[in-house]
């Protein structure tokens, strides 16, 4: 069983809906992250939360919004997707020092109609 | 800048044959290295991570990778592949600065019985 958890599971949405995904971790990690991954390809990184703190941004489009409410939970907000932004969206926590194992959850299927 | 050459995009071996896939970092400091796995539908797991000391390591599921400085390598062993073992591997550096993975861009193994 992950110790990083995700839901939904699966999301299809249309291009004018508005949704989020949710993460939750229950380790005691202070660091949260948010990834895509394409068919065939690693992860790509896309925000990183430190002390419930946004500390990296890896230029993603505003479309995709970040939350973290507090230190077990982070949520991505989703509104006017593009079909292109169908893909595996993935959750990891780690300890909040540099260069830990982070643990990931299973993801969410995301497609875009 | 940091980097990841997974050179095999697939590996196919027969059960019960050895295993050996290939990881080579570029990294200027002393590199934390990591090994992950990942099967259909679901997230990574780690298999395992070298920070420094032994240049052996040994993982979960019976895996093991083995650090060479000089060849830059950290590749990834087991002596006896399952036929669950088949799933896609990703090796990762931890980046110099902030909390972030460089993954290579994975090697997916079949296990032919």
């Known amino acids: 069983d992950t110790e990083v958890t995700q839901t939904p599971k699966h999301l299809v949405m249309g291009m004018t809906n508005k949704k989020s995904l949710k993460c939750e971790q229950h380790?005691?990690?202070?660091?949260m992250y948010w990834y895509k991954q394409k068919a065939k390809k690693p992860p790509e990184l896309m925000f990183v939360?430190?002390?419930?703190?946004?500390?990296i941004n890896e230029s993603v489009p505003s479309r995709f919004s970040p939350e973290c409410p507090n230190s077990s939970l982070l949520n991505l907000h989703l509104h006017a997707l593009q079909p292109e932004d169908s893909a595996l969206y993935l959750c990891a926590s780690s300890q909040a020092s540099r260069n830990q194992p982070q643990h990931f959850g299973d993801g969410t299927r995301l497609s875009i109609l | 800048a940091q980097s990841v050459t997974q050179p095999d995009i697939h590996i196919t071996v027969s059960e019960g044959a050895s295993l050996e896939l290939r990881c080579n970092y570029s990294?200027?400091?002393?590199?934390?290295l990591f090994w992950y796995v990942q099967s259909p539908g679901q997230g990574l797991q780690l298999l395992l991570k070298?920070?420094?000391?032994?240049?052996l390591v040994q993982g979960i599921k019976g895996f093991e990778a083995e650090f060479k400085r000089s060849q830059s390598s950290f590749n990834l062993r087991k002596p006896s592949v399952h036929w669950s073992d088949a799933a896609e591997y990703f090796c990762?550096?931890?980046?110099?600065?902030?909390?972030?993975?460089?993954f290579g861009a994975g090697t997916i193994l079949r296990v032919k019985s």
């Open positions: 939360y430190s002390y419930e703190k946004l500390s």
């Open positions: 990762a550096v931890g980046a110099a600065y902030g909390n972030k993975l460089v």
């Open positions: 380790m005691g990690h202070r660091a």
């Open positions: 990294y200027g400091a002393t590199p934390y």
């Open positions: 070298y920070f420094s000391g032994d240049t």
